[in-house]
């Protein structure tokens, strides 16, 4: 199973947060420990607040990650080839 956004910018973060552990990073990112193992399992995701939240505090691109993560939730093929064309264009 491929991981989800979520699971990849909580990866970002304790990497640029110097965060050993889900465990660790629970309580600086202000979230359960659950909400992170349900994460993990691609059973929840952060809410779009959060990934502003944790751009701003790792030094990531939020821009990038938002944009990422509304491309995760898109309903249909058509809505996520737009937000890979804008993701293609932000790249170059």
Same mark, same amino acid.
């Given at each position: 199973? @491929?991981?989800? *956004? &979520?699971a ?5 973060? @304790?990497?640029?947060? #110097? %965060?050993? &552990? ?5 309580? !600086?990112?202000? *979230?359960s420990?659950q909400?992170? #193992?349900? !994460?993990?399992?691609?059973? &929840?995701? =952060? #809410?779009?607040e959060k *990934?502003? =939240? %944790?751009? $701003?505090? &790792?030094?990531l691109?939020?821009?990038d990650?938002?944009?990422?993560w ?7 093929? @058509? $809505? @996520?080839? *737009? =937000? ?8 170059s």
């Open positions: 199973m @491929k991981m989800s *956004v &979520s990849e910018l909580l990866d970002a973060v @304790k990497t640029a947060s #110097s %965060l050993t &552990s889900d465990y660790a990073a629970a309580p !600086v990112i202000g *979230v420990q909400m992170l #193992s349900q !994460v993990r399992q691609n059973r &929840s995701h =952060f #809410s779009p *990934v502003l =939240f %944790l751009c $701003e505090l &790792s030094d691109d939020a821009v990650w938002l944009l990422r509304h491309r995760e939730r898109a309903k249909c093929d @058509k $809505e @996520k080839a *737009v =937000f890979d064309q804008v993701l293609t264009r932000l790249a």
